[in-house]
């Protein structure tokens, strides 16, 4: 009996140091597994790093069928359409966003994704001057991919304004002032500040009218830091025509009469998010404000430099030492000084920081926005023209006939030709972007240069020539050879795309095909 003792005891203990061992082994195989130094960490590191060469390696194929094509002309670099189509780039499989052609120092900047991949973009810079490719070491998460835990930076901030939490402890429509939120005790930053004109809220920005705009005490001693601005520009806001900056229309800064410490971020007179600073210097981006997007401008300064970003991507860094006066009062949906600066629009965020944000930081910061704003459904209603219909033409001595739905016969034409194309079935106050192609035979009937101007949308069609008041002010932009696109707020049911073509051979005839494109 005692030795039957002795062996259960025994088997015990050999279970017991079983299972310890079994235990440890376990323990070093999720080490392997997991951690900084983990099998599946190296693998997911070794799936980007053989994903980024393969993109390096399309991009590479890419500059040189351009190249072989067109040589030294950087035209088909201009945007991001045409450098996919001339570069013969698979969107299927690869997805390029964020396209930027700086033309002052020959760089195109992108982000780009294989569509089928590890979800990471990642941002490449093509030199134009030599040819190189260089991509960000680290893959950013796509925008669907976005954590939703993210937080504003806090470090330095002084100026919060929300337009979710405008009251600090939540939204209210008739508040007339916007609290500071930003957790700071700082005596130079205000608690609240007062709206300037007429109070219009949404459930989460402030409208801009025209009218309604805000100035803010400067937070900042020295005039020096980082500021961000979350904004949207009405489609069919007027933009000022001015090449001074401070006479543009103005989203955010200050301007001194003549003092150089001043600055705003600005729409220049070609609807283009730019910069302002020194006496009347404008440093313009290709981001189009009146595009129906949301996007956050970001605004670095220091004793030597400004930094300038829109939607977390870095514009430009300019050397500048700024002198004169401290900057007492900033404007928000003006510069403060000249009521032509006014914007129309609506402000979703303002945020002032002491300290210059870091390029990451930056992004961040955009990325909380992003979520918060909804920055991803911002983008307008697709508009179609509505080609089936009689088109309204005005000024013509030859004759439009519609041969199918969308080729039309522009017979015995006289030099200068103009039609309007109906867009239907439109919601009043909704924003929208119609896209479609224009191309003009010229085997059988004349010319291939007979193009002539966009005048953009209209609430009616226009009835005569020489009346430009009437002229829409939207901007069409070229995105290839036939292919247009165009944003516009719709003010009717019905409205009408406004085209003209010159330079016409009087006498000849065109044929005119006008579609849709989706």
Same mark, same amino acid.
């Given at each position: 009996?005692?030795?039957?003792?002795q062996?259960?005891?025994?088997?015990l203990?050999?279970?017991?140091?079983?299972?310890? &061992?079994?235990?440890?082994?376990?323990g070093?195989?999720i080490?392997?597994?997991?951690?900084?130094n983990?099998?599946?960490k190296?693998?997911?590191?070794a799936?980007?790093?053989?994903?980024?060469?393969?993109?390096?390696d399309?991009?590479g +194929?890419?500059i040189?069928?351009?190249?072989?094509?067109?040589?030294?002309?950087?035209?088909?670099?201009?945007?991001?359409?045409?450098? +996919?189509?001339?570069?013969?780039?698979?969107?299927d499989t690869?997805a390029i966003?964020?396209y930027?052609?700086?033309?002052?120092?020959?760089? &195109?900047?992108?982000k780009?994704?294989?569509k089928n991949?590890?979800?990471?973009?990642?941002?490449?810079?093509?030199?134009?001057?030599t040819?190189n +490719?260089?991509?960000?070491?680290?893959? +950013?998460?796509?925008?669907?991919?976005?954590?939703?835990?993210?937080?504003?930076?806090?470090q *330095?901030l002084?100026v919060?304004?929300d337009?979710?939490?405008?009251?600090?402890?939540?939204?209210?429509?008739?508040?007339?002032?916007w609290?500071?939120?930003?957790? &700071?005790?700082n005596?130079v930053?205000?608690?609240?500040?007062? #709206?300037k004109?007429?109070?219009?809220?949404?459930?989460?920005?402030?409208?801009?009218?025209?009218n309604?705009?805000?100035?803010?005490?400067?937070?900042?001693?020295?005039?020096?830091?980082?500021?961000?601005?979350?904004?949207?520009?009405?489609?069919?806001m007027?933009v #000022?025509?001015?090449n001074?900056?401070y006479?543009? $229309?103005?989203?955010?800064?200050?301007e001194l009469?003549?003092?150089?410490?001043?600055?705003?971020?600005i729409?220049?007179k070609?609807?283009?998010?730019?910069i302002g600073?020194n006496?009347?210097?404008?440093?313009s981006?290709?981001v189009?404000? /009146?595009?129906?997007?949301?996007?956050?401008?970001?605004?670095? @300064?220091?004793?030597s430099?400004i930094?300038?970003?829109?939607?977390?991507?870095?514009?430009?860094?300019i050397q500048y030492?700024p002198s004169?006066d401290?900057?007492p009062?900033f404007?928000?949906?003006w510069?403060r000084?000249e009521?032509?600066?006014?914007?129309?629009?609506?402000?979703?965020?303002v945020?002032? @920081?002491?300290d210059e944000?870091?390029?990451?930081?930056?992004k961040?910061?955009?990325?909380?926005?992003y979520?918060?704003?909804n920055?991803?459904?911002s983008?307008?209603k697709?508009?179609?023209?509505d080609?089936?219909n009689?088109?309204?033409?005005?000024n013509?001595?030859?004759?439009?006939t519609?041969i $199918?739905a969308d080729?039309?016969?522009?017979?015995t034409?006289s030099? @200068?030709?103009?039609?309007?194309?109906?867009?239907?079935? /439109?919601?009043?106050g909704?924003?929208?972007?119609l896209?479609?192609?224009i191309?003009i035979?010229?085997?059988?009937?004349g010319?291939d240069?007979?193009?002539?101007?966009?005048?953009?949308?209209?609430d009616?069609?226009?009835?005569? &020539?020489?009346?430009?008041?009437?002229?829409?002010k939207?901007?069409i932009e070229?995105l290839?050879?036939n292919?247009?696109?165009?944003a516009?707020?719709?003010?009717?049911?019905?409205? @009408?795309?406004?085209?003209t073509f *010159?330079?016409?051979?009087? *006498?000849?005839?065109?044929?005119?095909h006008?579609k849709? #494109?989706?």
């Open positions: 009996m005692m030795r039957k003792r062996e259960n005891g025994i088997t203990i050999a279970l017991v140091i079983t299972i310890i &061992v079994l235990l440890i082994l376990a070093v195989a080490a392997t597994l997991t951690g900084d983990s099998i599946i190296k693998a997911n590191d799936k980007v790093e053989n994903e980024k060469a393969e993109i390096k399309i991009l +194929i890419a040189n069928t351009i190249a072989i094509e067109r040589g030294e002309n950087k035209e088909y670099y201009k945007d991001k359409e045409t450098f +996919i189509e001339k570069g013969k780039l698979d969107i690869y966003d964020d930027e052609y700086n033309l002052d120092n020959n760089l &195109v900047q992108f780009i994704y294989k991949g590890t979800k990471n973009q990642y941002k490449c810079e093509i030199d134009l001057t040819g +490719i260089n991509i960000n070491q680290d893959g +950013i998460a796509k925008d669907d991919d976005k954590k939703e835990n993210l937080e504003y930076e806090q *330095g002084l919060h304004l337009g979710i939490n405008n009251t600090g402890t939540g939204h209210k429509n008739d508040t007339e002032t609290q500071n939120i930003a957790q &700071v005790e005596k930053a205000e608690n609240a500040y007062k #709206v004109g007429t109070s219009a809220w949404e459930e989460n920005a402030l409208k801009l009218d025209g309604t705009y805000y100035n803010i005490k400067s937070p900042v001693n020295n005039s020096y830091g980082t500021a961000e601005v979350c904004v949207y520009i009405d489609l069919d007027q #000022v025509n001015e001074r900056w006479f543009c $229309s103005s989203i955010f800064g200050c009469s003549g003092t150089q410490k001043d600055w705003a971020i729409i220049d070609n609807g283009n998010f730019a600073y006496t009347a210097t404008i440093y981006s290709n189009y404000a /009146l595009d129906g997007k949301i996007h956050v401008l970001s605004y670095t @300064y220091t004793k430099k930094v300038f970003y829109v939607d977390g991507n870095k514009i430009t860094e030492s004169g401290i900057c009062e404007g928000i949906g510069n000084c009521d032509v600066t006014k914007i129309t629009g609506k402000i979703y965020s945020r002032f @920081y002491e944000l870091t390029e990451e930081q930056i961040n910061n955009y990325l909380v926005d979520s918060r704003f920055i991803e459904n983008k307008p697709t508009a179609l023209l080609t089936e009689p088109l309204g033409y005005v013509t001595y030859g004759e439009f519609k $199918s080729n039309y016969l522009l017979k034409a030099w @200068y030709e103009r039609i309007n194309i109906p867009i239907t079935n /439109l919601e009043e909704k924003d929208y972007k896209k479609f192609s191309k035979d010229d085997a059988k009937y010319t240069s007979a193009m002539g101007n966009l005048y953009g949308v209209r009616s069609y226009i009835d005569s &020539v020489y009346d430009g008041n009437k002229y829409g939207n901007m070229d290839n050879e292919t247009y696109e165009i516009f707020r719709a003010h009717s049911q019905t409205m @009408y795309l406004c085209l *010159g330079d016409l051979i009087d *006498g000849k005839s065109y044929n005119i006008i849709n #494109v989706n």
